[in-house]
């Protein structure tokens, strides 16, 4: 086959698929979402990580009014968190490392009453502030809203699973820093 003939085949394809396709260009369902949320307080990184380190204690956690999990941290343990307002959150341990102070979960399963996402994963992470006298604590999550088609109701779109993650990150964050900062 002789090079235009190559290069007018492939154009030809190119030219029908951009013509008998477009719906399906326009056509995607909801794109990962992220936030993150940071806090710096005046404790070493060790200290912080003693407080929320273990997977199966969140009693730093405002929000949270009761835990049951296994004792450690091994990667796949569950935890069955009960909200303060009723809501209960099963959550697995995905990742955990000790030595970078952080650890991640996942909620594939999430009742959209009590937070608009779905496919949700987030990372605790303590990192060192001015040469370790301080530390910061950051809250990454990511997530799809809990609409999975197109034209989600307002209650379930993009905006509402970012304003509800925001708003949970910080009610955590805050109490965190209250937490630590009365000694508890």
């Not at 969140?58 to 405002?62: A, D, F, G, T, V």
């Given at each position: 086959m002789r090079g235009e003939d190559v290069v007018t085949r492939r154009?030809?394809?190119?030219?029908?698929?951009?013509?008998l396709l477009p719906g399906v260009a326009l056509a995607h369902g909801p794109s990962r979402q992220k936030h993150a949320t940071k806090i710096a307080v005046d404790m070493t990184p060790?200290?912080?990580?003693?407080?929320v380190g273990n997977f199966d204690d969140?009693?730093?956690?405002?929000l949270v009014a009761k835990v049951e999990a296994q004792p450690g941290n091994a990667v796949g343990t569950v935890r069955t968190v009960t909200l303060k307002d009723g809501g209960t959150l099963v959550q697995e341990l995905y990742k955990y490392d000790a030595a970078k102070m952080?650890?991640?979960?996942?909620?594939?399963?999430?009742?959209?009453?009590?937070?608009?996402?779905?496919?949700y994963s987030e990372f605790l992470t303590?990192?060192?502030?001015?040469?370790?006298?301080?530390?910061?604590?950051?809250?990454?999550?990511?997530?799809?809203?809990?609409y999975p088609n197109n034209d989600p109701p307002a209650d379930q779109?993009?905006?509402?699973?970012?304003?509800?993650?925001?708003?949970?990150?910080?009610?955590v964050v805050e109490g965190l820093a209250a937490h630590l900062a009365s000694g508890s």
């Open positions: 154009l030809t394809i190119i030219l029908l698929a951009l013509f060790e200290a912080v990580w003693q407080k969140l009693s730093w956690n405002p952080s650890y991640q979960l996942q909620m594939p399963q999430i009742d959209v009453k009590l937070l608009p996402v779905t496919n303590v990192k060192p502030l001015d040469g370790g006298k301080r530390a910061e604590i950051e809250i990454r999550s990511a997530y799809y809203r809990a779109n993009d905006a509402a699973a970012n304003a509800a993650v925001a708003a949970m990150q910080e009610k």
